[in-house]
Structure formats: structure tokens, C-alpha cells
Nanobody
């Protein structure tokens, strides 16, 4: 089992940047494919970006070119660098970790991001 803790959310003006971090503990981090999801008020949770156990990445079309996901297995962290933020990026951002051996997945508690002037 893995425990996930997100950090780095907050209030930022349009065009600004934030860096979210997901810290994992309790398991072998390299066995997990990790993703960031977000959920805006009244909307369904959607995939933002994913990084696999072999560092392959994919992004939602809405964030391509603006967001970058990276992982550090030694530190057991996955970061999401968000640049050129837009009001439509406002949401609670959640970290998800999927164990490629046990096929179980885990969620963090979420960190809110608000993009507003």
C-alpha cells in the first residue's frame, strides 16, 4: 500500500505558474505508474498527465505544451510543473498511483488550484 500527499496548490494569476508535488510513502515507488487528475466544481474528474514506470508521459490536450510531469524514484515524488495557467485550470488536483504488479490504485487527498486575477 502507498500513501500519497499532494502539495503546492494555491492561488495564481492567469499566465502564472505553479509546481505541484506528490510525495509517496509505504511502498516501492518505482512499481507505480503515477498520474495527476483534476476535478473542477460540478465537473467529472479528468486525467491531466501520467508518467509510467519507464518514464513515458501523456497529457490531456488542454494542457499539452503548458504542463510537464516528472518523477524522481529516489525521492518517491512526482511533480507537475504548470505554466501559463488559465482560469479553466482551476480545480482540485489529485495524485493517483497505480501499482503495475498488484493492479491496485491509490489516491491522495487533493490540493486546490485557483487561477484568477
Amino acid at each position: 500500500q502507498v500513501r500519497l500527499v499532494e502539495s503546492g496548490g494555491g492561488l495564481v494569476q492567469p499566465g502564472g505558474s505553479l509546481r505541484l508535488s506528490c510525495a509517496a510513502s509505504g511502498s516501492i515507488f518505482s512499481l507505480y505508474s503515477v498520474a495527476w487528475y483534476r476535478q473542477a466544481p460540478g465537473e467529472q474528474r479528468e486525467l491531466v498527465a501520467r508518467i509510467t514506470t519507464v518514464d513515458m508521459t501523456n497529457y490531456a490536450d488542454s494542457v499539452k505544451g503548458r504542463f510537464t510531469i516528472t518523477r524522481d524514484n529516489a525521492k518517491a515524488t512526482v511533480d507537475l510543473q504548470m505554466n501559463n495557467l488559465k482560469p479553466e485550470d482551476t480545480a482540485v488536483y489529485y495524485c493517483n498511483a497505480y501499482n503495475v504488479r498488484t493492479f491496485r490504485d491509490y489516491w491522495g487527498q487533493g490540493t486546490p488550484v485557483t487561477v484568477s486575477s
